[in-house]
């Protein structure tokens, strides 16, 4: 209705924008790692969180590049979206979009990839086909967390199953993160493709535990604690 | 407007309804299998042609199960809907469904899945991992054409790169179909995603190339074939 929609229109113009003339560059979403023309690796990422980082980021008057692994959900408002598949694509991706302020990496990058992609659709013969042999994909976090054009403020994510605080700990000072969001994936706790959150965000200053929220509510606090870092 | 929703009440009202009283299966969509709690192996299959058939059944008066996959598009209209994960779920959900006169197994199942389910994410460590072994899945369509209660109609579909005829008729063999409707789904084609399907459906009459059609046209042909083929 009518009174909603300019009671929402003075409420954005009015908010605070405490990003205003920043670059925040945001990654969300799975990556897919082909196999062969039709067959690929991914993961159960729904996009959700990261989207909402890029959307919250955008509401607080940044400038936003999203770069996005393949989702089913839509493109969040006022967001420059760059459409990606692999990591390796993510990767560049990511440095062609420097300089940025913050770099907030929520996307579920494929660690590995196939050796090797077959050209045609490989076909099923007698027997069980042979082992599938893999390689390492680039790090984007890390190899942003220690590039010279390092964004001011670079917050990772960690998606585990099991010692979800030790092992986000562990790529705090691996990856030369400023912030790790650390959340529980395993298939119980519904995060991936869920609309709540549970995490743990970990920092220099220590693990600081938020209540379970809406993915919308997690990308608000993690903005306004990235504006604040920023000052 | 009240006129055309009106027009399409009779339109539909007044549809033959050639597949009256059948019971029509359909599979659509990829499958998945799980290599941890959050990755996962797939295919860039969108369902959109097993959905158009299982909706396109149903107009023509069957009663219709429909076996997907995971998907993105929404529920054909007037159509049970079964959702598995893995091609040993859709197996079971397939033979669960039975009796029907009529299979339509248009999804895109994976041959293979890894040997074993890791109970956690795996980690990352120094080096590559280790290959990924895999095993045989059921092949739900060759089970089905050469099972006791095999439906008096069984059509396969074949997604193929290259060789396109040649593995489709190894196939109307090998599977015990009545039809196989052989599709090229490398990249180029735009296939798998797309709204438009190029088949040659082949039988133990010959093959039969149709032009490039809509994903529904070419289901509404499909039903009217295997109403024909019915009596």
Do not use: C
């Not at 600081?208 to 919308?216: F, H, I, S």
């Amino acid at each position: 209705d009518i009174v909603a929609g300019v009671e929402a229109f003075f409420a954005a113009a009015t908010q605070p924008k405490p990003l205003a003339g920043r670059h925040v560059l945001v990654t969300s979403g799975p990556t897919i790692e082909p196999i062969d023309p039709v067959r690929f690796i991914t993961n159960r990422s729904s996009g959700k969180q990261g989207h909402a980082v890029a959307a919250a980021a955008a509401r607080a008057g940044a400038r936003v590049t999203l770069v996005s692994g393949p989702v089913s959900i839509p493109d969040p408002k006022g967001v420059d979206v760059v459409r990606v598949e692999t990591a390796q694509e993510m990767h560049a991706a990511v440095f062609a979009a420097l300089p940025a302020d913050v770099a907030v990496m929520a996307a579920a990058v494929s660690d590995w990839r196939p050796a090797e992609v077959a050209r045609e659709k490989i076909k099923k013969a007698a027997g069980d086909p042979p082992p599938l042999a893999f390689v390492e994909n680039p790090d984007i976090l890390a190899t942003l967390g220690h590039d010279g054009r390092r964004p001011q403020v670079v917050v990772g994510f960690a998606a585990e199953t099991a010692n979800v605080e030790a092992n986000a700990a562990r790529k705090l000072a691996a990856k030369g993160a400023d912030y790790i969001v650390a959340n529980d994936v395993s298939l119980q706790g519904g995060v991936f493709g869920g609309d709540r959150n549970s995490v743990r965000v970990l920092s220099a200053a220590g693990i600081d535990v938020w209540p379970t929220l809406a993915k919308d509510e997690v990308a608000e606090r993690l903005i306004a604690l990235i504006a604040e870092r920023l000052g």
